[in-house]
């Protein structure tokens, strides 16, 4: 099946710092989503982008498809932004009906 | 107006009971998803299901089984539980034609 990998597997900031995530994956995909969960647990869309780039207030994200990448870029961080952040895809070759995630980047945002 | 909502939020049980997690969404969605997240924060994906019928079960024992009466729920039962069975259980729907997937809120379970 499609490996994803996530990089870094931590990261630690200070406020209003900027931040890149990478995800890598090993297949085409259909679709690609990042994700947030907040310490609280719940898991919220940040990003659906299988392909070009997108911005949603201080968060972008870019995928490159053909070069099998993402990136997701923070800026000017909060502390609020301290989670996990998962990339997310559904490879178009095999079931469309999964998504397999990557192990995450643990972010931490100190004041 | 929650989107993808799973009860209960939390649930602690002895080994060997059976469980049930009820999730609906309504988004009008046709595809719903049952996701493991272990210890380690790990999401895998056990169960899909697309327009009631079953589509993925990604090797999971057949203790655990779910049923989705209608296309806005996916119920996941649990028998003779385990104290590997202790996760986080998430909930997820999609749609065939836009596949961008939308998670509940997810059910601690802890098996003691």
């Known amino acids: 099946g499609i490996q994803v990998e996530q990089s870094p597997p931590d990261l630690i900031l200070q406020e209003g710092a900027n931040s890149t995530l990478r995800c890598n994956f090993s297949?085409?995909?259909?679709?690609l989503q990042w994700f947030h969960q907040n310490p609280w647990g719940q898991l919220i869309n940040l990003f659906y982008i299988p392909s070009g780039t997108k911005q949603n207030g201080r968060l972008s994200a870019t995928t490159v498809a053909t070069e099998r990448y993402s990136l997701l870029y923070i800026s000017s961080s909060q502390t609020t932004d301290s989670g996990v952040y998962f990339c997310a895809v559904e490879d178009r070759g095999g079931s469309n009906y999964k998504l397999t995630f990557g192990k995450g980047t643990l972010l931490t945002v100190n004041p | 107006d929650t989107a993808v909502s799973q009860t209960p939020k939390y649930l602690v049980t002895q080994m060997g009971n059976d469980k049930s997690i009820k999730c609906e969404q309504n988004?009008?969605?046709?595809?719903m998803y049952w996701y493991k997240q272990d210890s380690k924060k790990f999401l895998k994906i056990m169960f899909s299901?697309?327009?009631?019928?079953?589509?993925i079960n990604e090797t999971v024992p057949n203790r655990f089984s779910p049923k989705s009466p209608d296309k806005a729920h996916l119920n996941l039962h649990i028998n003779s539980l385990e104290l590997g069975d202790s996760a986080v259980y998430f909930c997820?729907?999609?749609?065939?034609?836009?596949?961008?997937?939308?998670f509940g809120q997810g059910t601690r379970l802890t098996v003691v």
């Open positions: 988004l009008g969605h046709d595809t």
């Open positions: 297949d085409s995909v259909n679709n």
């Open positions: 997820a729907s999609s749609s065939t034609r836009n596949t961008e997937a939308f």
């Open positions: 299901y697309n327009n009631k019928e079953l589509i």
